[in-house]
């Protein structure tokens, strides 16, 4: 059972944990109790569309939220000619349930109301980590009358807001089970207190960089691309690749915000606008331009411009950036060779 105010990312939080279940192998139904807010009933239901999830909607007019809840379980019962393998998990029903822009008498009437009826495993609270203290207070209130099994935090992309997460642990004694790191459905995981602690502290979250790096790039690109940069005979077709590899894993500040040292940095940001100049330049080159960036004269370099919307000095700039990278490379050969050496003096 997913409750929380409007506002709070709740419907969608549900969507995001049906398709982490999904990702996890175990199958799952959304089920639609919010009969309150216009257009919820169609967002959950566009949502599950988008996940390849089954979604419970309930009729136009239908107003009484234990009937929802009450059909849509009988629905979700196999019949006998489809019984459950002794080795298939059962489906899990998420219901996603009304919200107000505050919390009030009817609304918590409603919900308790909901959970008695539905004795559910688990009550999540959804409450937004940008709100801060009145998060806290949000909690408290929810957990009061509805004891709360676990929080999923929501907008966790900035570590100044991991207070919030602190504060919030504390005064509910119930644990943060997920956390919602963009709007993008696939960023939500379950939540990991050393890693929010390591990136406040300006540790980074190295793990969590790996297994976003796991699931974006095929380990065949990764290999091709590592033995490019080995050999220094990276390309802009690599560059390009590259690219893609990283737009893959989010949003690029996020990414760089899970480096060691980089959470601290203040102002740290990326120009969205700058990156897809970029592309656009090296989009703007020919295959042979892109394989043999030295052909690259003044002639091309102008209708590289024309071509991208940029300027003639954007391009060289590119140009100088791509060469001093490509040298760096080669001097780590290098570097690496000599060492190699030296190891094989001294046996």
């Given amino acids: 059972m997913i409750v929380g105010l409007n506002g709070s990312g709740k419907t969608t939080s549900a969507a995001k944990l049906a398709r982490l279940l999904k990702k996890e192998g175990r199958s799952s139904t959304l089920i639609a109790c919010d009969l309150q807010r216009p257009a919820a009933v169609e967002q959950l239901a566009t949502l599950g569309k988008q996940i390849d999830v089954p979604v419970f909607t309930p009729d136009a007019n239908e107003k009484n939220v234990q009937r929802v809840a009450a059909t849509a379980l009988e629905r979700q019962d196999r019949p006998a000619s489809a019984a459950l393998r002794r080795d298939e998990p059962a489906r899990l029903a998420i219901f996603d349930t009304a919200g107000r ?8 009437r409603e919900l308790k ?50 207070g919030a997460a602190l504060s919030m642990r504390e005064v509910t004694h119930c644990p943060i089970k997920f956390a919602g ?4 459905l696939d960023q939500f995981e379950p939540f990991v207190p050393e890693r929010l602690a390591g990136r406040i502290l300006g540790m980074g979250d190295v793990v969590g960089l790996v297994e976003k790096a796991a699931e974006a790039v095929e380990a065949a690109d990764a290999a091709q691309l590592e033995r490019k940069l080995r050999t220094a005979s990276f390309d802009f077709n690599d560059f390009l690749a590259q690219f893609k590899m990283m737009r893959k894993m989010g949003p690029l500040e996020n990414i760089l915000g899970m480096l060691p040292g980089m959470s601290n940095v203040q102002g740290l940001s ?48 590119l140009l100088r950036r791509f060469d001093q990278m490509r040298k760096m490379m080669k001097s780590t050969g290098k570097m690496k060779k000599m060492m190699a050496q030296m190891a094989r003096m001294k046996k």
Avoid: C, W, Y
């Fill in 113 to 162: 109301e909901l959970k008695e009826f539905l004795q559910p495993q688990e009550t999540l609270l959804v409450v937004d980590a940008a709100t801060g203290q009145q998060a806290v207070s949000v909690a408290t209130h929810f957990n009061d009358a509805l004891q709360i099994t676990g929080i999923i935090l929501t907008k966790l992309d900035g570590d100044a807001r991991g």
């Fill in 270 to 317: 990326v120009d969205e606008k700058q990156l897809k100049r970029t592309e656009a330049i090296v989009l703007s080159m020919t295959s042979e331009e892109r394989t043999r960036p030295d052909i690259l004269n003044a002639r091309r370099r102008q209708r590289i411009a024309r071509g991208s919307g940029s300027t003639v000095t954007e391009v060289n700039d």
């Fill in 181 to 184: 790191t963009g709007e993008k």
């Fill in 101 to 108: 822009q505050e919390i009030d008498e009817a609304l918590i």
